[in-house]
């Protein structure tokens, strides 16, 4: 297992910035597509076209898949990074709303300082790091809109799947780490391809898809997007960021989906930015300073200059 507690570089930034702007628009095509469709349906869906899109990439690019007891981790990992978090949320967003769901799922940096403290050597967890989860969270209700936290305690069920996906999203990162020195297509595609053969069994019983209607033209576009964006070439940096700046600092993810979901919303849509959105946003920015860590040790580092030359 790689061992990793340096703080992100700017390619990390970079990369968790990008991997934000996928995710951002996932709950609102998962809304979209849980409309028509059940909500395993829908993970089935997203992951299986992921892992045929992925598989076929390992193929061209003359990669290796997993064998034999390989499998095993790869299976852990679908089923707590995609089918328990995927099942729980999209059933969620069929009672709750996709802000009140954003919210509770930015709880996962949270739970991840508290599984990394516990379950790693590396990643332990300090005043400022937890002092940092704590306002960048602050930052993530402020920005969405305390008006999205009235339903809270309504659909107590709805909500608590949320948290539980967050909780599933934390050990995932931790479990990740297994798959390190591993190339991050292979890791994805093997992922996925995992979360896809757990799902396969479980639709056919719960949801008898043959059933179903097709999907309207809306739908399939949001599940492509899903499959495709959301899944496919997430997966790909989700897994660099793991192997290069580890798993709480991964996390941090959950903190910029909002703030990138608010911007395309301004720069596609036209929405407004309120000054909410942009106190939000500035909390958010502290939070994630905290956790980095450098720029503080920057000011203590210029204040205690300023106190030498002082004297």
Known sequence: MNKISAP?????????????LLWGGSFLFAKVAVGEL????????????????????????GLGMPSGREWLPFLVMGTINNVIPF??????????????????????????????????ADERMTPQKLAGVLIGLGGVAVMIGLDTLSGLGLDVLAQLACVGAAVSYAFATIWGRRLSGRPPL?????????????????????????????PSAATAGAILALALAATALAYLIYFRILQTAGSTNLSLVTFLIPVSALALGALLLGETVTASNLAGMV?????????????????????????????
């Open 38 to 61: 059940p909500p395993l349906t829908v993970a089935f869906l997203r992951v299986s076209i992921a892992a045929a899109t992925l598989v076929a990439i390992v193929r061209i690019r």
């Open 186 to 214: 292979v890791v994805a595609a093997g992922q996925v391809t995992s979360s896809s053969i757990l799902l396969l069994p479980i639709i056919l019983v719960v949801d008898t898809p043959w059933r179903l209607s097709a």
């Open 283 to 311: 909390l958010i920015g502290i939070g994630l300073a905290a956790i980095d860590g450098r720029p503080f040790s920057a000011i203590r580092a210029v204040a205690a200059g300023r106190r030498v030359r002082a004297r």
């Open 87 to 120: 099942g729980l949320l999209f059933w969620a967003m069929t009672q709750v709303t996709s802000g009140l769901a954003a919210i509770l799922n930015a709880t996962t940096p949270l739970f991840t300082v508290l599984c990394a403290h516990v379950l790693t």
């Open 8 to 20: 992100m570089g700017a390619v990390e930034w970079a990369l968790l910035l990008v991997l934000s």
